[in-house]
């Protein structure tokens, strides 16, 4: 299964297995327990410190396999085979089971540590999603560190009857002792918030002990991680809070237009941003939503943040990066059918609807591009477009009108989500032509009509456009002295990655001259 390169570069992770470990594989007599066989063999023969054995049970998935700490209750469990995305989750686990220790910090570690109760964790995830190797790591970390949580990793395209079953229809999707826990993308830190009731006052306790920052910058994706860089190089206490470090990149798949990186992935980039921000003295505070803005008096005097955990943060000057997330459609039953056929992402989702009849909504690039993958997952694809053409560019529509397995459909105002038994079974929408309504029977609706910047907290305090856009000049200056804006959630036309770390930068470069040209008051 494995290349002679993958293999080498597997056979070099694997030095540095510190204790014995065992893979236990639960097989069946079907194609896929063969392929997993085969893989398991590989491993085992890349290292004297793995052996494999099988699992005779009867109560366990199949094709499945366990990797266990030999003598000890410490292991992790994948049902299917982790390739694709989740090889690097099978690398990490094997190594992280074998002793070597993880990346986290040592107040994480201990905090998993300390939990106390019975924490049996499930991930259903597929493999092409680029989300779902962030939570399956996180938990498998969990039950390295703490043998009252156990993990399995569970790939919803090869276990259909369970899926199904479980009406599981986003990915990843988390289970904990038998109920819904959690759908998309978790870091660790937002797992243990969720497991761990009184983490929350205490990082709020901590936040509020925090001194005044020269410059706090709000948001961490690539305008934010730009800004922070920026300042901290101008040696001034600079800090970074971000409800989720990346934003919407992190649910980004390919990336082709960051120049001089040919391609990349969305996850990939937000671990270089954050290894890139980590590099200087900046204070990282992840998991923060910013709930109010409180302006300084005058200039020279600090600002002040609240945010949703009752906690306040102080600077002279602020940089507002939050971005933006995908657009709702706002019509009965979207919300309602959330993540039981209504989804964002066609990379994550889509591997669910194999064979099923699915609609994109949006006609632009990426409900285009997303109706093309899509294309060669499911059985039909709708595709509705609210204007009398499709917008994305002339290669894309070529290639979407040569599929024969999608019908598209222009002037078409999507009014509503149908469902049926707690899950999505078609649409209704109206020919704008003609005012006639028509439904499509349909088992899954993505949503790909652009986005909308996060900028809420901010209405009454700020000026905003009329699309809730924070209005800057070419420094990047709001309204309000001291305060800055960059990124997606700003007027700034073309919303791009490059662009936002560039108006990133040129953001945090203003708050620098204007911090240099106000002194500071008490």
């Known amino acids: ?13 694997l030095e ?54 030999v003598g000890t209750d410490i292991g992790v469990r994948f049902a299917g085979i982790p390739m694709g995305h989740e090889f690097t989750s099978l ?20 905090q998993v540590q300390a939990l106390d109760g019975e924490f049996e964790f499930e991930t259903y995830f597929s493999l092409s999603c680029q989300n779902c190797p962030d939570v399956v790591q996180a938990l498998n970390l969990m039950a390295v560190l703490n043998p009252k949580v156990r993990h399995t990793s569970i790939d919803g395209a090869l276990f259909q ?13 988390i289970y904990l002792n038998g109920e819904p826990f959690g759908n998309g993308r978790m870091t660790l830190e937002q797992i243990l918030a969720k497991v761990d009731t009184g983490a929350e006052a205490r990082e709020a306790e901590k936040l509020k002990q925090k ?22 190089r101008k040696g001034i206490a600079t800090g970074i809070a971000a409800e989720r470090f990346g934003g919407q990149v992190s649910d980004t798949m390919g990336i082709e237009n960051l120049i001089s990186v040919p391609y990349t992935e969305g996850p990939k980039l937000v671990a270089a941003m954050e290894q890139h921000v980590k590099e200087y003295d900046v204070d990282i505070m992840n998991l923060q939503r910013a709930d109010k803005l409180i302006p300084a008096a005058k200039p020279g005097q600090a600002h002040e943040v609240r945010l949703a955990n009752g906690a306040s943060l102080k600077a002279r000057t602020v940089v507002l990066a939050t971005g933006a997330r995908w657009r709702q459609l706002g019509v009965p039953g979207e919300a309602e059918y959330r993540n039981k056929g209504v989804a964002y992402c066609p990379h994550c989702d889509g591997p669910l609807f194999k064979g099923k009849r699915v609609a994109v909504i949006g006609g632009g690039n990426s409900g285009v591009e997303a109706a093309i993958d899509l294309a060669g997952i499911v059985g039909h694809v709708t595709l509705l477009e609210f204007g009398a053409e499709m917008r994305a560019d002339e290669v894309l529509q070529k290639k979407l009108r040569s599929l024969k397995n999608v019908d598209i459909v222009t002037s078409a105002q999507t009014t509503e989500v149908t469902g049926a038994n707690g899950k999505v079974s078609g649409l209704n929408y109206t020919d704008r032509n003609s005012g006639e309504t028509h439904h499509v029977a349909l088992e899954g609706v993505f949503v790909q009509i652009g986005l909308v910047p996060n900028t809420e907290w901010l209405n009454g305090d700020i000026e905003l456009s009329q699309h809730g856009e924070i209005v800057i000049n070419e420094r990047n200056e709001t309204s309000i002295p001291g305060v800055f804006a960059a990124g997606d959630a700003t007027t700034v036309p073309y919303k791009q990655i490059v662009i936002s770390m560039g108006e990133g930068s040129k953001a945090a470069l203003s708050a620098f001259d204007f911090l240099i040209r106000n002194s500071a008051e008490d």
Do not use: W
Not at 91 to 110: R, T, W
């Open 161 to 173: 009857d369970e899926v199904e079953q479980r009406e599981v229809m986003a990915v990843p999707s």
């Open 211 to 232: 001194d005044t920052f020269e410059v706090l910058v709000i948001g961490g994706g690539p305008a934010g991680s730009a800004a922070a860089i920026y300042a901290a």
């Open 91 to 110: 690398v990490l686990a094997l190594l992280q089971v074998g002793g070597h220790p993880s990346k986290a910090s040592q107040e994480v570690i201990e």
């Open 1 to 13: 299964m494995l290349d002679t390169n993958l293999k080498d570069q597997l056979k070099a992770y």
């Open 16 to 69: 540095n297995v510190k204790q014995p470990i065992e893979l236990v594989a639960a097989l069946d007599d079907s194609a896929k327990s063969r392929e997993l066989h085969e893989l398991l063999t590989e491993i085992a023969s890349l290292s004297d410190k793995i052996t494999l054995t099988e699992d005779g049970a009867s109560n366990i998935r199949r094709p499945s396999f366990a990797i266990n700490r």
